[in-house]
């Protein structure tokens, strides 16, 4: 996927903007969830707080659960590994956050096909 100009990991904070992760799977209950807090978790040992840097991470689901909480083996396995499952919603997939998103992670090629018809043509550029 080509990133537009300006909108590269390395220029968001600088710009006051801010670059978004998003991880989508089927549910949101389970392993998008454990993705998006693995992924938060790294960011914060690695750069301090993510969001302060210009970097949001989320998730949501194709067939989301809207609202739910995760499922207890995915919070445990957050915590096995020292992330942080609290307050975590699950939430169901729009279109909205597809284009907002920076970069899309899907669980499958299917989510990934799920993900190319909602959004813009920047989530169908190939990959170079």
Do not use: K
């Not at 938060?40 to 739910?68: F, I, K, M, N, Q």
């Not at 799920?114 to 920047?122: D, F, H, L």
């Amino acid at each position: 996927m080509t990133v537009p100009e300006g909108r590269g990991i390395e220029g968001t904070a600088a710009a006051g903007g801010t670059f978004r992760i998003l991880h989508v799977s089927t549910g949101n209950v389970c392993r998008s969830p454990i993705t998006e807090r693995l992924t938060r978790y790294a960011l914060s040992r690695r750069l301090g707080d993510p969001l302060a840097d210009g970097l949001l991470v989320e998730s949501a689901g194709t067939w989301g659960h809207e609202g739910a909480p995760m499922e207890a083996n995915a919070a445990t396995v957050l915590t096995d590994f020292g992330a942080d499952p609290s307050g975590f919603v699950g939430r169901e997939l729009l279109d909205e956050h597809v284009i907002r998103a920076d970069l899309v992670l899907t669980a499958t090629r299917d989510h990934r096909a799920q993900v190319i018809s909602m959004g813009t043509p920047r989530a169908c550029a190939p990959s170079r």
